[in-house]
């Protein structure tokens, strides 16, 4: 009684981030109790996109576009990602046998493709786990490997990641190397770093918005140098993907995604949605929107430089890929990923914010569903999503007042 006493004594859970798991586990814990009761389809339809229906096809229609190389951006707009990227779609491509894959016909898929979907994300799963225990090195190996397992159980993960097959997946594990790469002294290892970077945004083109952490750091010769990488790294692959047109294709499909497809979590949406809630027109509701996105996004830069947290700087850098694109798929908050380390490894003081930011990353990296109240609005997950959005507003005021830690535990 005695052990059981101290363990869920107050300082014990909020002390070394445990707070983080007890909010995890509690929400994976309630969705299991749940599938468990309702014990039908509806559980599992209302988790996953298409119902389940449309299953890891993020992943195998890319790889279906890539049977004719040079048509690859002409098999459809959803053909978005970079040039590069289909280097690593094609290798699965031939590696299949023909007809494996079937675009958009997720039922018609073959047992051999879903084996190398299988063995693709064992992989990266073992090199992220790898990275989490370098990040928390300092922390005992249990608690590295419950917060991993708290991660890879997560709606973001196993709802976004995971069931969409997203190339998501690679990126993630490409800049957290990259992020504990580059403050090494070894030359070859901060020049390995921004070879990550690189490789990031040949996989998903965002990633180029790192370039400002190198900013922040006065770090000039590596951003030229990055910014080289970037250039290569996209452009040339395109001399195997239908050369100059098909990179005027790329930038078609893209612009016909973001104007077909709409983001439930986007910052743009949101903010539509609110001004329409006023009675305004949707005329109004989008150019107003466009506005606030905008001065919100000069806001976050400049909250990038003014940050003194590492990890605040890392989640304004992460909300900009994950809530100010018009289309983002839920597996982008997977990304949070990334300052959720750097926060366990840089922030071990016990502080009222440290606290409240533990409760928003354990809401954002559960797996709590939708038969809860007020869990779900139209398929996305509310407490995730609403968790986001207070952490990335939080952080920015957090930046904007200049606010470091250092100072708060003097008042503490």
């Known amino acids: 009684?005695?052990?059981?006493?101290?363990?869920?004594?107050?300082?014990?859970?909020?002390?070394?981030?445990?707070?983080?798991?007890?909010?995890?586990?509690?929400?994976?814990?309630?969705?299991?109790?749940?599938?468990?009761?309702?014990?039908?389809?509806?559980?599992w339809d209302s988790f996953f996109?298409?119902?389940?229906?449309?299953?890891?096809?993020?992943?195998?229609?890319?790889?279906?576009?890539?049977?004719?190389?040079?048509?690859?951006?002409?098999?459809?707009?959803?053909?978005?990602?970079?040039?590069?990227?289909?280097?690593?779609?094609?290798?699965?491509?031939?590696?299949?046998?023909?007809g494996a894959v079937t675009m958009f016909h997720a039922n018609d898929t073959t047992g051999y493709a879903y084996v190398v979907y299988l063995v693709y994300?064992?992989?990266?799963?073992?090199?992220f786990s790898y990275e989490?225990?370098?990040?928390?090195?300092?922390?005992?190996?249990?608690?590295?490997?419950?917060?991993?397992?708290?991660?890879?159980?997560?709606?973001s993960f196993?709802?976004?990641?995971?069931?969409?097959?997203?190339?998501?997946?690679?990126?993630?594990?490409?800049?957290v190397l990259a992020v504990y790469?580059?403050?090494?002294?070894?030359?070859?290892?901060?020049?390995?770093?921004?070879?990550?970077?690189?490789?990031?945004?040949?996989?998903?083109?965002?990633?180029?918005?790192?370039?400002?952490?190198?900013?922040?750091?006065?770090r000039y010769k590596e951003v030229l140098r990055l910014s080289f990488y970037i250039v290569v790294i996209n452009l040339l692959p395109f001399a195997f993907f239908g050369g100059t047109t098909g990179l005027i294709q790329f930038f078609l499909n893209q612009m016909q995604l973001h104007t077909s497809y709409a983001s439930s979590f986007s910052l743009f949406y949101t903010l539509n949605d609110l001004i329409c809630l006023f009675g305004f027109s949707e005329a109004v509701s989008k150019v107003s929107s466009s506005l606030i996105l905008g001065i919100l996004l000069f806001l976050t830069i400049v909250g990038i430089f003014k940050a003194k947290d590492t990890y605040l700087k890392f989640i304004l850098l992460v909300s900009i890929m994950v809530l100010f694109p018009l289309w983002s798929g839920l597996y982008t908050i997977a990304y949070f990923a990334i300052p959720l380390l750097i926060y366990l490894r840089d922030e071990k003081c016990l502080?009222?914010?440290?606290?409240?930011?533990?409760?928003?990353?354990?809401?954002?990296?559960?797996?709590?569903?939708?038969?809860?109240?007020?869990?779900?609005?139209?398929?996305?997950?509310?407490?995730?999503?609403?968790?986001v959005y207070i952490l990335y507003f939080l952080s920015l005021i957090l930046a904007f007042k200049n606010v470091s830690y250092d100072m708060i535990e003097e008042n503490y």
Do not use: W
């Open 1 to 43: 009684m005695k052990l059981l006493k101290s363990t869920l004594s107050y300082s014990n859970i909020v002390d070394n981030h445990k707070l983080i798991l007890l909010i995890g586990y509690l929400g994976l814990f309630i969705t299991i109790f749940q599938m468990c009761y309702f014990h039908d389809h509806t559980m």
């Open 49 to 98: 996109f298409g119902q389940g229906n449309d299953h890891f096809m993020d992943f195998f229609n890319h790889v279906a576009y890539c049977e004719v190389p040079e048509k690859v951006y002409f098999q459809s707009y959803h053909a978005c990602f970079p040039a590069f990227s289909y280097l690593f779609f094609y290798f699965i491509n031939r590696l299949l046998p023909s």
């Open 121 to 127: 994300v064992v992989i990266f799963i073992v090199l």
């Open 132 to 155: 989490v225990m370098f990040f928390l090195k300092d922390y005992k190996p249990s608690f590295s490997l419950i917060i991993e397992i708290q991660l890879l159980l997560s709606y």
């Open 158 to 175: 196993v709802a976004g990641v995971f069931e969409r097959g997203n190339i998501c997946l690679i990126v993630l594990v490409s800049l």
């Open 181 to 218: 790469l580059k403050q090494k002294e070894s030359t070859f290892f901060k020049e390995l770093a921004l070879l990550l970077i690189a490789f990031s945004t040949g996989l998903k083109v965002y990633p180029a918005i790192f370039a400002l952490i190198y900013l922040t750091e006065h």
């Open 351 to 387: 502080t009222p914010i440290n606290i409240f930011m533990d409760v928003l990353f354990g809401l954002i990296f559960t797996s709590i569903n939708f038969y809860l109240p007020f869990v779900n609005v139209n398929g996305i997950n509310i407490v995730c999503i609403g968790a």
